[in-house]
């Protein structure tokens, strides 16, 4: 037999199997929408990071143009000389692990769980860790000249340091330095160089799209731009 259940200053009392089941259907909702939740949060809070990392590089080519514009950057530099000449000193750095490590973490995954190179202990780039906990990767590429239009440095932003999750498309993203473009932009933002007009084609949004959602990272910077500044995916 259901006995009722009187809450203050109520007439009408509930059975224990009433209360039950809204107990029940409540945990269900909770369920459900906690996660979503904490996903957004979360989601926010790695959009905010990489709109940090994207004015970064806009104030560090800002500052460093006063200083030799861009245009003039030898880019036939080793990627140490090129960091510490046009980059490192217009950064507000509070560690320096120049080839060696500390200021990434060892292991970071693309979408479908893969693993990617280890930048912690990888020579190739030169690392440091910003005062707002920010690791940048800097890697030249030597040949690259306004003759020979490419790809001159890749960088590897971990937008809050060595903490986790760690994976690209969340708080790891990429940038790029494009000969006779003097800028740093999102990886991918443009395919190809026409000699002709002199000027850099913008790849497709859709390719940007499709890249990022079939598991290479390092186009996500550019959808979330795209989209808006919004993690859909």
Not at 34 to 59: D, R, Y
Not at 103 to 115: R, V
Not at 183 to 195: H, I, L, Q
Not at 197 to 225: H, V
Request: some cysteine.
């Amino acid at each position: 037999m259901n006995k009722r259940i009187f809450f203050a200053g109520s007439k009408n009392g509930f059975t224990l199997a009433e209360v039950l089941i809204v107990l029940t259907i409540i945990g269900i909702i909770a369920a459900i929408t906690i996660p979503i939740v904490i996903s957004s949060i979360n989601n926010q809070k790695f959009i905010t990071g990489l709109q940090k990392a994207n004015n970064t590089f806009s104030n560090v080519i800002n500052a460093s143009q006063a200083d030799v514009k861009m245009e003039s950057w030898d880019f036939s530099k080793d990627t140490t000389s090129l960091a510490k000449t046009y980059i490192v000193p217009y950064l507000n750095v509070a560690k320096n692990c120049e080839n060696g490590e500390g200021c990434f973490a060892s292991g970071y995954t693309f979408k479908d769980g893969s693993q990617d190179i280890d930048y912690n202990t990888s020579s190739d780039y030169y690392k440091i860790m910003t005062t707002d906990g920010v690791s940048i990767a800097i890697k030249g590429t030597q040949g690259c000249t306004g003759e020979n239009p490419s790809v001159c440095i890749d960088y590897i932003v971990d937008t809050n340091g060595v903490e986790p999750p760690n994976k690209w498309g969340k708080d790891v993203h990429a940038f790029q330095t494009l000969a006779n473009l003097n800028a740093v932009v999102p990886y991918g933002t443009f395919k190809e160089y026409d000699a002709a007009s002199g000027k850099w084609i913008l790849e497709e949004q859709e390719t940007a799209t499709s890249s990022c959602l079939e598991g290479d990272g390092k186009y996500c910077a550019l959808k979330i731009i795209n989209d808006g500044w919004e993690i859909k995916y």
